[in-house]
């Protein structure tokens, strides 16, 4: 879906580089996620926000910050990278709604990231 | 915390037949319950989602689950395969207050593989 944008598409780094992750949409939401995938494990939670000013860690925080620049704009950094975080990584949106239900979430691409 | 299990990491069927992809959940509040499919290189996109309406739920494509709260499942289901089916599958969860709030949970995922 062309409306959540991830910058890069591919990235091979080495250990220790500091990398971000980029993350725009256009849908409007304010809530963004990033997420990791792994094969076998699924898509875990790394952080999220549900507003410029709310940031939130996920299941798998550690090594990882988050900036949230804009309602649009969500980006994901590692300090120093690691090989274990070689991984699919997904940045999604979601329109909170009244009712207080969770509504669909909308994915970007995808970034694969190798750290050597 | 909510938790979600997907039975079989890989299935196979040939074309033509009935596809059943397995889901339980688990959940101490009523719970949302999702499927997204991933094509290869591609992010995740909604199939269906069950959010306390009827308990059959249709989605794109053809594929349709049904929630049943006593078996604490969510399978997914196609009568009838196609080749352009094959991909990997994800159930998620999430639920609709506490701590947990607006968060996805996602299962380990199902590859299908389909056959001529």
């Known amino acids: 879906d062309a409306d959540v944008t991830q910058t890069p598409r591919n990235r091979i780094t080495k250990t220790g580089k500091r990398i971000m992750l980029e993350c725009s949409q256009t849908?409007?939401?304010?809530?963004m996620y990033w997420y990791r995938q792994d094969p076998g494990l699924g898509l875990r939670l790394i952080y999220y926000s549900f507003d410029v000013k709310d940031i939130n860690k996920g299941e798998i925080s550690d090594g990882y910050s988050v900036s949230r620049q804009a309602q649009a704009k969500f980006s994901l950094s590692l300090e120093s990278a690691i090989p274990n975080q070689t991984a699919l990584y997904f940045c999604?949106?979601?329109?909170?709604?009244?009712?207080?239900?969770?509504?669909?979430?909308?994915f970007g691409p995808g970034t694969r990231l190798t750290v050597l | 915390a909510q938790s979600v299990t997907q039975l079989g990491s890989h299935v196979s069927v040939s074309e033509g037949a009935l596809v059943l992809l397995r889901c339980n959940y688990s959940?101490?509040?009523?719970?949302?319950l999702f499927w997204y499919v991933q094509y290869p290189n591609q992010g995740l996109q909604l199939l269906l989602k069950y959010t306390s309406a009827a308990t059959l739920v249709k989605g794109i494509n053809g594929f349709e689950a049904e929630f049943k709260k006593s078996e604490t499942s969510f399978h997914l289901t196609k009568p009838s395969a196609h080749m352009s089916d094959a991909a990997e599958y994800f159930c998620a969860v999430s639920v609709r207050g506490g701590t947990s709030y607006g968060k996805l949970t996602f299962g380990q995922g199902t590859i299908l593989t389909v056959h001529p």
């Open positions: 999604a949106t979601s329109e909170s709604t009244s009712g207080g239900h969770t509504d669909t979430q909308y």
């Open positions: 959940s101490s509040v009523p719970p949302y």
């Open positions: 849908k409007g939401h304010d809530r």
